[in-house]
């Protein structure tokens, strides 16, 4: 069983910086592929970025070039480095673990969720 607790969500105007933090707990943090998730009101959960047990990292296509993922597993923590924020960002962003080996960007594939944080990118 994994935990996954999120922090570092926030308001901020268009063209600000964030730093998601997500925290797990247990010893297997670093055989977990882990993913970010957002959610905007009246649309479907999306993939924004995931990080391989290894360091290889994917990314949406509209996040390119802004978000960065990256991986502390000495520290049990995946964070989501989030820079020149649009509107069109704001959304709840869930930390996700999977148990597989490759980046999935389907959200079913995700075996264990964090409750989420709110991003808000105002214009």
């Known amino acids: 069983q994994v935990q996954l607790v999120e922090s570092g969500g926030g308001l901020v105007q268009a063209g600000g910086s964030l730093r998601l933090s997500c925290a797990a707990s247990?010893?297997?943090?670093?055989?977990?592929?882990m993913g970010w998730f957002r959610q905007a009101p009246g649309k479907e959960r999306e993939f924004v970025a995931g990080i391989a047990r290894y360091g290889i990292t994917y990314y949406t296509d509209s996040v390119k070039g802004r978000f960065t993922i990256s991986r502390d597993n000495a520290k049990n923590t995946v964070y989501l480095q989030m820079n020149s924020l649009k509107p069109e960002d704001t959304a709840v962003y869930y930390c996700?673990?999977?148990?597989?080996?490759?980046?999935?960007?389907?959200?079913?594939?995700?075996?264990?969720w964090g409750q989420g944080t709110q991003v808000t990118v105002s214009s």
């Open positions: 996700a673990a999977d148990m597989g080996s490759i980046v999935s960007t389907s959200w079913t594939r995700y075996d264990y």
């Open positions: 247990g010893r297997t943090f670093s055989s977990y592929v």
